[in-house]
């Protein structure tokens, strides 16, 4: 009898069942298996299309295939998990996996947290700083960078191994509402508001730098129109990478402007001495993955940039910006409704909602850079095309 009441206990602790769920569960197990397949899928041919495209390997995707692998983590050991504790409506796997489970959720979610302001730092430094932006994110300090993130966010939901518990209201693993207060109030303050808050300023920042270049640019082609001297025209560059194209056509177009700018405001004057200066740095320090051809350099020192060289770097910055909003868009319900109803008094089934937007998150990044960046496209369909060629050459042999 005591042992039949202690498995009792223990299952009513690993059990999420409540009647105005059992319906729910389904979508939430077909969600949860799309995001399965297509988070795995689509960062694993991430990472490949890194490993196998070499004007991919730039410094900047190397935050990417960062971020993928911390989605990948969490698609393919996490996630299948979940869909089978939704799935049953209770937890099935003891509680040493489910402390397993917190650890390694809070885990990706911090390193991706990490990763996200890593990339905007990165964004804006390659736009006002560009020789600070070669100090920092060296191929040693890049090393460093990644190894630290993942050291930090172990080290900082590390000590939360005693509360991880099974969570009834989301059906999965995390750590205890109270126990761990205030320890846990302080991380996710920490890492969700402020971390999130200074990926938002950085790129409010890039924001505001890219539009004086612009004014910039503006001002210098109507002064050449009203002299009667056409700008040439300079070869354009198509690197899709967004860090090293990007960054010199956006430093071109301020240096162009210069010579005939020399009675604007301060500001503006130092805004061209930097960009000059991270022209220079560029010209001597750049990766060969990311090598614009000589004759574009010297074309874009000396003419104004066209409107599609001016453009990748904003089109690179654009897909970052989206990544972060999409991220953000993914965490936010849920982190307020969990300080919005800390009696946990609202639905189980809006609990549920929430939670399984988080899961969105790991799955939609390679979706975003196959829309968003052509060179990552292009490696995409160079991946599924030979991972088809045996089925194809298959059936055109059965055809014939």
């Given amino acids: 009898m005591l042992m039949n009441h202690t498995n009792q206990t223990e299952d009513d602790l690993f059990s999420c069942y409540s009647p105005s769920v059992v319906s729910y569960r389904y979508f939430a197990v077909l969600w949860g298996c ?95 700083k560009r020789a600070v932006f070669d100090r920092v994110f060296s191929d040693r300090g890049l090393i460093l960078l990644l190894i630290s993130a993942w050291v930090l966010g172990l080290a900082s939901f590390g000590p939360l191994w005693p509360v991880y518990v099974f969570v009834p209201q989301v059906c999965t693993c995390s750590f205890h509402r109270t126990r761990g207060r205030p320890y846990s109030t302080i991380l996710l303050f920490f890492y969700f508001f402020v971390g999130l808050g200074c990926v938002g300023a950085f790129y409010m920042l890039i924001y505001r730098r890219v539009q004086i270049a612009s004014q910039a640019l503006l001002r210098y082609r109507l002064s050449r129109r009203s002299s009667r001297k056409k700008p040439a025209s300079s070869v354009q560059g198509t690197d899709d990478s967004g860090v090293e194209s990007g960054m010199a056509n956006t430093c071109s177009c301020e240096m ?50 066209t409107s599609g060289d001016d453009g990748e770097f904003k089109r690179v910055t654009r897909m970052c910006f989206t990544v972060f909003l999409c991220f953000v868009f993914c965490f936010v319900p849920f982190l307020l409704l969990n300080i919005a109803d800390k009696h946990n008094r609202a639905p189980q089934v809006l609990h549920m909602f929430c939670a399984n937007l988080t899961w969105l998150n790991s799955c939609i990044n390679p979706v975003l850079y196959a829309v968003m960046n052509r060179q990552f496209r292009q490696a995409y369909h160079v991946l599924l095309t030979r991972a088809a060629a045996p089925f194809t050459s298959l059936w055109q042999a059965l055809r014939s």
């Avoid at 004007?55 to 990948?72: G, H, P, S, Y």
């Avoid at 405001?265 to 051809?293: F, W």
Wanted: hydrophobic share 45%; aromatic share 6%; charged share 10%.
């Fill in 256 to 305: 162009s402007s210069q010579a005939d700018l020399t009675q604007n405001k301060e500001e503006s004057s130092q805004i061209m001495q930097s960009s000059a200066k991270a022209l220079n740095s560029s010209a001597a320090n750049k990766p060969q993955p990311d090598i614009v051809p000589a004759t574009t350099t010297a074309a874009s020192s000396s003419h104004s940039a």
């Fill in 34 to 128: 799309a995001v399965t397949i297509t988070g795995t899928v689509g960062n694993l041919m991430t990472i490949l299309a890194f490993a196998l495209d070499a004007r991919l390997r730039t410094r900047f995707n190397v935050l990417i295939i960062n971020l993928a692998v911390a989605d990948l983590l969490y698609c393919t050991i996490l996630q299948p998990i979940s869909v089978d504790s939704y799935l049953h409506l209770r937890w099935r796997s003891g509680q040493l996996w489910c402390s397993i489970f917190g650890l390694l959720l809070f885990l990706s979610n911090s390193v991706s947290i990490i990763t996200l302001c890593l990339v905007a730092l990165s964004r804006y430094l390659l736009v006002a």
